[in-house]
């Protein structure tokens, strides 16, 4: 039985808020997720940091997966509304700021994902205001 390199999990080694780990997805995720990476001018490890942030109590791996789904969904609803197509049940909005006391250092289109993926993340002990 032949494997389907496009489904088969590829596992990496990556450092997500400081403390490594490693992550299993398909090539397909993994190819997704360099082209964002390289279009938004950050790092694998700064977005799957970024993202670590905002899961909740959601698995990294699927965190990461409603994130690149929806990167990719917002994406195409912005170029629809460019040329005149419509996007419909997108939350996107292309002139929205990050909420106050959240600075995202890239696109609206990761901080519209990185809010699908969720509020960001309690830990225990941290400092709060």
Do not use: H
């Not at 609803?77 to 250092?105: C, H, I, L």
Request: charged content about 20%; aromatic content about 6%; glycine content about 8%.
């Amino acid at each position: 039985m032949q494997t389907n390199t496009n489904t088969a999990l590829i596992c990496r080694n990556v450092t997500v808020s400081g403390r490594r780990t490693s992550i299993r997805m398909e090539q397909v995720m993994w190819t997704a997720l360099t082209d964002i990476c390289r279009s938004e001018e950050q790092s694998i490890n700064e977005i799957i940091s970024m993202i670590d942030e905002k899961r909740g109590e959601t698995n990294l791996t699927a965190a990461i997966r409603v994130f690149l789904i929806c990167y990719y969904r917002d994406g195409l609803a912005v170029q629809g509304m460019r040329f005149g197509g419509v996007a419909e049940d997108s939350d996107f909005d292309m002139m929205a700021e990050p909420a106050t006391g959240q600075e995202f250092p890239c696109g609206a289109l990761v901080s519209a994902a990185l809010e699908s993926v969720g509020p960001a993340r309690i830990t225990v002990g941290a400092e709060t205001d």
